[in-house]
């Protein structure tokens, strides 16, 4: 797959505070705002439980459908630090994102390892509520994709539960895995329109198990991940 080498020429910031972030016109704001679901219910202990952010991916594709670049990549996916995951590598949290880039490792999966992960600039822990990316573009690229990927761990329900095993449909990962699929989202942005404000659309949903790089329309099944983000914008500053 052609990779083009945006992202060496493009600012970007992320942060759970979006006063913090500078802006200067033309700047490009994409906006994720967190939905009813943001927060996920995660077991540590007993009856101890943890409230998790989702992982989310956030990338650059031309109008073609080519790769262009990551712009942005939650931390666990992107330097393989999950925590419980009893030596899953979560090939299912963000399969979409991770076969677009077209990246394969020495275990011939397409995600991030802990011996090579994504570089720094690209990753960070999720935040607790909305946060932006700031991209300030300078290539010259006026009519582009800004692609999301966003998935909880554990999310399961009564299609995608936590008994499914390996090979039987609708396995997510088994009980540390994602429960219901990755859902993708896409704002079709284009800078030589009057617009100044780009919504993006669900599309479809990734492969439950991380197997393939497919994207899916079917979402029968789908519960409460529908309510992870309420919104994700591109906004022209």
């Known amino acids: 797959m052609l990779l083009i080498p945006v992202i ?7 942060s759970c505070s979006k006063e913090h972030l500078e802006y200067q016109a033309g700047d490009l704001c994409v906006n994720i705002e967190a939905g009813d679901g943001w927060l996920h219910d995660y077991p540590l202990f007993l009856v101890i439980k943890k409230k ?29 630090g999950w925590a419980s995951a009893g030596g899953n590598r979560r090939k299912e949290a963000l399969p979409y994102w991770c076969h677009r880039r077209g990246v394969v490792y020495e275990d011939g999966l397409y995600l991030p390892t802990k011996a090579q992960p994504l570089i720094d600039g690209m990753t960070g822990a999720t935040p607790r509520a909305d946060f ?30 936590n008994d499914r095993k390996e090979g039987e449909p609708d396995y997510s990962g088994g009980p540390e895995g994602s ?6 989202y896409r704002a079709d942005v284009n800078l030589d329109s009057a617009r100044t404000s780009f919504d993006a659309v669900l599309i479809g ?6 197997a393939d790089g497919k ?17 994700i914008t591109v906004n022209v500053k």
């Open 52 to 80: 998790n952010p989702p992982q989310i991916a956030v990338w650059l594709e031309d109008t073609d459908g080519r790769y262009l670049g990551t712009l942005y990549a939650s931390k666990k996916i992107a330097t393989q």
């Open 8 to 14: 060496t020429s493009m600012m970007m910031m992320a």
């Open 215 to 231: 994207l899916y329309d079917d979402l029968t099944g789908i519960t409460s991940a529908f309510t992870i983000v309420k919104r």
């Open 132 to 161: 932006d990316v700031r991209l300030k573009e300078k290539t010259g690229l006026r009519h582009f994709y800004v692609m999301v990927e966003v998935n909880h761990s554990i999310d399961f329900n009564d299609r995608y539960s």
């Open 205 to 210: 949903r990734s492969s439950s198990d991380g």
């Open 179 to 184: 429960g219901q699929p990755a859902l993708v």
